[in-house]
Nanobody, 121 residues
Framework: QVQLVESGGGLVQPGGSLNLSCAVS????????MGWYRQPPGNQRELVATVTTDGMAGYVDSVKGRFTVSRDNAKNMVFLQMDSLKPEDTAVYYC???????????????WGQGTQVIVSS
């Protein structure tokens, strides 16, 4: 049973910073892609950032230059450093992993339970 658990969310003033962490636990054969989604209140979920096994990162335009995604393959963890935060960044942030639990099994999308980020003065 694979679980993704986020941490590091909270309340921060505009212009501040937060670092989100996500730990993926369970028996895992391979994690292909990791990243972060977010869902503002009342809105749909959107992809924020992804990072491949070799560290290649991609971002939605709205966070480029402000957010940095990284991963620790040995620990099955992914991080999201968020700087220069704006009120528009307020959302529940979900950890994402595209992974295989078994070599013979499917590669599936997995999300954590989410961690709340509130950017407000």
């Amino acid at each position: 049973q694979v679980q993704l658990v986020e941490s590091g969310g909270g309340l921060v003033q505009p212009g501040g910073s937060l670092n989100l962490s996500c730990a993926v636990s369970g028996n895992i054969f391979r994690i292909n892609v990791m990243g972060w989604y977010r869902q503002p209140p009342g809105n749909q979920r959107e992809l924020v950032a992804t990072v491949t096994t070799d560290g290649m990162a991609g971002y939605v335009d709205s966070v480029k230059g402000r957010f940095t995604v990284s991963r620790d393959n040995a620990k099955n963890m992914v991080f999201l450093q968020m700087d220069s935060l704006k009120p528009e960044d307020t959302a529940v942030y979900y950890c994402y992993a595209f992974l295989k639990e078994k070599s013979y099994g499917p590669t599936t999308d997995n999300w954590g339970q989410g961690t709340q980020v509130i950017v407000s003065s």
